[in-house]
């Protein structure tokens, strides 16, 4: 958060992230994967490490993230990580199959009531240059959420659509 606002991970200035910290949970990391015994914890550590450790939102590495969280879908089968991994995939594999996988998800789960699920999609959708559907995905999303500040961040993507 900035000023109270919500920020994207991808907008987030890195450079303000405490190395030392990022540096030593890797450490940790490291010294736990090397007992070949990985958990879930271990993978959900490994997805954290590889989003600290990249320097700018682009140096991210979304191809290792996805195959992480389909090894989490496998250890942990759940439709919050299968969202993940489809966002995951739609980052590394390209949009429009990310995007196939998050509609078959919400075709048939809980996570049609879930506001990531609508803000995820819309996220994708925007990317795609598909303003109409990505408006009614954020607003969606919207509805779905009673948090002010992910309501705050939810309107200022919809203002930004209108913008550009």
């Known amino acids: ?8 991970l991808e907008e987030q200035d890195r ?24 958990g879930v914890y271990q993978v959900q550590a490994a997805i954290a490490s590889m989003h600290a450790n990249a320097a700018t939102s682009d140096e ?10 389909r090894k989490l879908l496998e250890m942990s089968p759940s439709p919050i990580i299968a969202l993940n991994y489809a966002v995951a995939l739609a ?32 996220d994708i959708l925007r990317r795609l240059g ?5 408006l009614s995905s954020y607003r969606e999303a ?9 309501k705050a961040f939810l309107r200022r993507r919809i203002e930004g659509m209108r913008v550009n």
Do not use: F
């Open 91 to 122: 980052l590394s594999a390209g949009l429009e199959k990310g995007l196939d996988e998050i509609d078959r998800l919400g075709g048939a789960s809980e996570l049609e009531s879930y506001y990531l699920y609508h803000a995820a999609r819309a």
């Open 60 to 69: 991210t590495d979304w191809a290792e993230i996805a195959g992480l969280y």
């Open 1 to 8: 958060m900035r000023d109270g606002l919500m920020i994207s």
């Open 142 to 150: 919207m509805d779905l959420t009673e948090n002010a500040v992910e």
């Open 130 to 134: 598909r303003h109409e559907e990505a």
């Open 15 to 38: 450079s303000s992230w405490d190395a030392e910290m990022i540096r030593e949970g890797t450490e940790l990391l490291d010294r736990a994967l090397r007992l070949r015994r990985a």
